[in-house]
Nanobody
C-alpha cells in the first residue's frame, strides 16, 4: 500500500515556474514507477511525465517536453515535477501516481495509487 500527498501547487504568472512534490508512504517506494498526470476543467486526466524506479529513465508528454522535469529521491520517498515556462494551458489539478511495475505506462488505469491532487493556476 502506498499513500501519496502532493504539494507545491499555486498561482503563477505565465512564464513562471513551480516545483511540485509528492511524498509517498511505504517502505517499497523505490520499487514503483512514478508518474504525474493533470486534469483541466471539463477535460480528461492526461499523462504529464513518468520516471522509472531508479530514476534512470524519464518520459514526457509532448506538450511539456523541454519545460518540465520529473525526478525522484528514493531516500526521501519523494518525486518532484519542476515546471518552467508555464503557460495558461498548463492550468489543471496535478496528480501524483504510483505504478507497481518497472514498466512505464502513460494511461491512468495503469497506475495503482493516486494522490489527492494539487491545483496549478497559470495567469496570462
Amino acid at each position: 500500500q502506498v499513500q501519496l500527498v502532493e504539494s507545491g501547487g499555486g498561482l503563477v504568472q505565465a512564464g513562471g515556474s513551480l516545483r511540485l512534490s509528492c511524498a509517498a508512504s511505504g517502505r517499497t517506494f523505490s520499487r514503483y514507477t512514478m508518474g504525474w498526470f493533470r486534469q483541466a476543467p471539463g477535460k480528461e486526466r492526461e499523462f504529464v511525465a513518468a520516471i522509472t524506479w531508479s530514476g534512470g529513465s524519464t518520459y514526457y508528454a509532448d506538450s511539456v517536453k523541454g519545460r518540465f522535469t520529473i525526478s525522484r529521491d528514493n531516500a526521501k520517498n519523494t518525486v518532484y515535477l519542476q515546471m518552467n515556462s508555464l503557460n495558461p494551458e498548463d492550468t489543471a489539478v496535478y496528480y501524483c501516481a504510483a505504478r507497481n511495475s518497472p514498466v512505464v505506462r502513460t494511461r491512468t488505469y495503469d497506475y495503482n495509487y493516486w494522490g489527492q491532487g494539487t491545483q496549478v493556476t497559470v495567469s496570462s
